[in-house]
């Protein structure tokens, strides 16, 4: 028997060819989708990866020799590249710092008195220097440069200020003196030897003065530390009975607004110190503990308050505060160096860093120079301290933020004041994403599955045929126009008629029901005339009349029950109303959402073969049990697909909330008021912040958790279809 050859025509290798074509160019699509994918979830990693990266300090391998003998005061400029130096018997020196050759020559002074008392400034770079006649001065190096050409010149200068004669005779006996210097405006407490506190503000250009001398209402011990605010309202004040004073400033004078006993069990304070913005206080006990203590508001008064402390352990030498980030160095004995941050709770041990302790250290204003003075050499170390106030615990948990009166979850990443304390606490954009979707999805998921089913198995198809384009064109609507209208036409309409607007999500429902009843009530005669599967026609205008019926009823319910304002009723029981809230976000959000739903529901639906629900009818059973007993059971892995791409298109979403809820980052369930959402703040806020900085990327890190959060609902969508799938294949 001959062999017969099977061979392909020409249009037949066309075909193949194509077919192999297109499955190179979905593959190669599927693939690329999923390469971008692995990119962008790297690269959001790479952006938040520096969060985490602990802080760096590097000693550079020299040092610099100085002239002065015995150093009492040292400054430095903005950016670590110029000392400048004092010492007990007037000398002074200026000091280059740079790695190469500098364009500072030999810069050397004397003051025009020698000095018999030093007094440092709390905040900033002045030092108040008392000499033996009684001459006060404010001193403070000027670090100017000039630029000609390519060359740089740069001309140092010690600039000295004389205090006022009212000044002066008070210094003269002056124990204790704490100062400040703003815009040139001095604020200066002093503590005379005769047990007298006063309080100064000078103006240094126009030397005019106003003194406030107070005797104290209370018993003041011998005092063993000031510390005053750089506002000049309020001084802190360590005596020697371990009691902490706060006195306050009024028209009247000075009054002691708290007196706290510190001591502790065989310990007790050897210093204070202020955190950068002066609203917090450090104070340091004899056995190395650092308590932070700032203002609490408690029952309408404001109260010095213990936050957290710091057990920094034995051996501690001193404690330099951070210049604008809140928290300070530790330097012990031996010349370990470890930093801490109060807000974040970073703690990180740089180790032994110099030889023994210095004896005088100070920041640059960029904190990115630590310089210190050791016996006769300076050192300078390279600081990063990378990100200081973010950590896990800053980021999850309750932070106690300076004046707040306990903590909380808040989310503040930026302000008008330069001493802002910033707060990045992510739970209440999250508590708000979570919020928005699920208002959001208990509108849409109802209206969109139950619309879905009754699409597709009760509907005509030629009504199916307007119906279903129609609302899957609802999806081409961009959702800027929805949260735009949303906020600017709805939101007034909702504050407005707010009971009727509640009202209605319980009435059109239980209208439906009751209509759908009394037609099925309703003889055959008058009913036959409607074809089946289009009813719906006849429910529109019940559904309007409802409507048109409950809307102008808002204004005479409210007044019957709500006392005429439902807002002050609520307000009265603490539910506060925003004119943008989640009632309004879940409806329009909703809208939103429903298109996509439906689309993939109802393709669920109707996509179930005809011979089972044939089949099931032939057996006796009514349409409700095959729609509940077959087709729901077959379609169920098509329904929750699109109840989660619903979410994941809820949680994403962007416009709307933003132009609708208010973007108030509380915490809160009450349907009335506003949230922020994560994909709301990251459209706000990235476009203004600084680039490389803590705010920047927390925002990319809000991203990649959105990003990994949508990822896993998908998974957990799709592993959760394939078991619904693999269990109703049988049917």
């Not at 602990?54 to 002239?67: F, G, M, Y």
């Not at 994941?648 to 208010?662: D, F, H, K, S, W």
Request: with cysteine; proline share 4%; glycine share 6%.
């Amino acid at each position: 028997m001959p062999q017969i050859r099977f061979s392909l025509k020409s249009s037949d290798r066309i075909r193949l060819l194509k077919d192999r074509l297109a499955r190179c160019a979905v593959t190669a699509g599927g693939i690329s989708v999923l390469g971008a994918l692995i990119l962008i979830f790297v690269y959001l990693v790479w952006v938040v990866v520096p969060l985490f990266s602990k802080a760096t300090l590097d000693i550079e391998n020299r040092k610099v020799a100085i002239s002065v003998t015995v150093p009492a005061f040292l400054s430095i400029d903005e950016y670590g590249q110029y000392a400048f130096i004092v010492d007990k018997s007037g000398k002074t020196e200026f000091l280059s710092l740079k790695k190469h050759q500098s364009e500072l020559n030999d810069q050397h002074g004397q003051l025009p008195f020698h000095p018999d008392k030093w007094f440092k400034s709390d905040l900033g770079h002045w030092l108040l220097v008392i000499g033996e006649r009684g001459q006060s001065f404010l001193i403070r190096p000027e670090f100017t440069d000039t630029v000609s050409g390519k060359s740089h010149h740069f001309h140092p200068q010690v600039r000295m200020i004389q205090l006022s004669e009212t000044v002066k005779k008070l210094l003269i006996d002056a124990k204790l003196v704490s100062f400040s210097v703003h815009s040139e405006q001095l604020k200066m407490a002093v503590y005379t030897t005769a047990g007298q506190l006063h309080w100064f503000s000078q103006h240094l250009s126009t030397h005019s003065s106003v003194e406030r001398k107070t005797q104290l209402s209370v018993s003041l011990p011998d005092v063993q530390e000031l510390r005053l605010t750089p506002d000049g309202k309020t001084l802190y004040i360590r005596n020697i009975n371990h009691e902490l004073l706060v006195a306050k400033q009024n028209k009247a004078g000075l009054y002691i607004r708290d007196v706290i006993d510190t001591e502790k069990k065989n310990s007790h304070i050897v210093s204070m110190h202020l955190l950068p913005g002066a609203s917090s206080l450090l104070t340091v006990y004899s056995n190395g503990d650092v308590v932070q203590w700032f203002d609490v508001l408690k029952n309408g008064q404001r109260k010095l308050t213990s936050i957290r402390s710091f057990a920094l352990g034995r051996g501690l030498d001193f404690i330099l505060p951070n210049v604008f980030s809140k928290g300070f160095f530790a330097i012990y004995q031996n010349g370990s160096v470890r930093s801490y941050f109060t807000t974040s709770d970073k703690r990180i041990k740089f180790g032994t860093v110099y030889p023994s302790a210095p004896g005088l250290a100070v920041f640059s204003q960029d904190e990115r120079k630590l310089v210190t003075l050791n016996q006769d050499n300076i050192y300078i170390a390279d600081v990063d301290l990378g990100y200081p106030d973010v950590s896990f615990s800053a980021l999850w948990n309750k932070v106690w933020y300076e004046n707040y009166p306990e903590p909380e979850y808040v989310w503040q990443s930026t302000s008008a004041s330069n001493i802002f304390e910033p707060k990045f606490s992510l739970v209440p954009i999250a508590f708000g994403t979570i919020k928005a979707a699920m208002f959001a999805m208990l509108f849409s998921v109802p209206i969109a599955v139950l619309a879905a089913i009754y699409t597709a198995y009760f509907m005509t198809p030629r009504m199916r045929g307007i119906v279903k384009p129609t609302i899957e064109l609802m999806e081409a609507l961009p959702t800027v126009i929805i949260g735009f209208l949303a906020g600017l036409w709805f939101a007034p309409i909702v504050e407005r008629h707010l009971v009727s607007s509640v009202l209605m999500i319980v009435v059109l429902p239980v209208s439906t029901i009751v209509a759908g009843a009394l037609w099925k009530l309703l003889p055959k005669k008058y009913s036959r005339w409607t074809k089946k599967g289009w009813h719906t026609i006849v429910l529109f205008p019940v559904l309007a009349a409802v409507m048109a019926i409950v809307l102008p009823l808002s204004f005479d319910i409210e007044q019957w029950l709500f006392g005429g304002d439902i807002r002050v009723f609520l307000a009265e029981y603490g539910f506060n109303f925003d004119q943008r809230n989640a009632l309004v976000v879940g409806l329009a959000m909703g809208f939103a959402v429903i298109p996509t739903i439906f689309t993939i529901a109802e393709d669920a639906v109707f996509s179930v073969p005809k011979h089972l629900s044939d089949g099931s009818l032939a057996l006796g059973a009514t349409q409700w049990q095959t729609l509940k007993h077959v087709v729901l059971l077959t379609a169920s892995p098509g329904i929750f697909s699109g109840i989660m791409m619903g979410l994941g298109r809820a949680v994403g979403e962007t416009m709307i909330v933003l132009m609708a809820t208010g973007n108030t980052p509380i915490m809160n369930w009450n349907i009335l008021e506003g949230m922020r959402t994560l994909a709301a703040t990251i459209a706000v806020e990235l476009p203004e912040s600084e680039v490389g900085s803590s705010h920047y990327r927390i925002l990319f890190l809000a991203a990649l958790i959105l990003f990994v959060f949508t990822f896993i609902v998908n998974s957990l969508a799709e592993w959760i279809r394939l078991r619904l799938r693999e269990k109703y294949r049988a049917l």
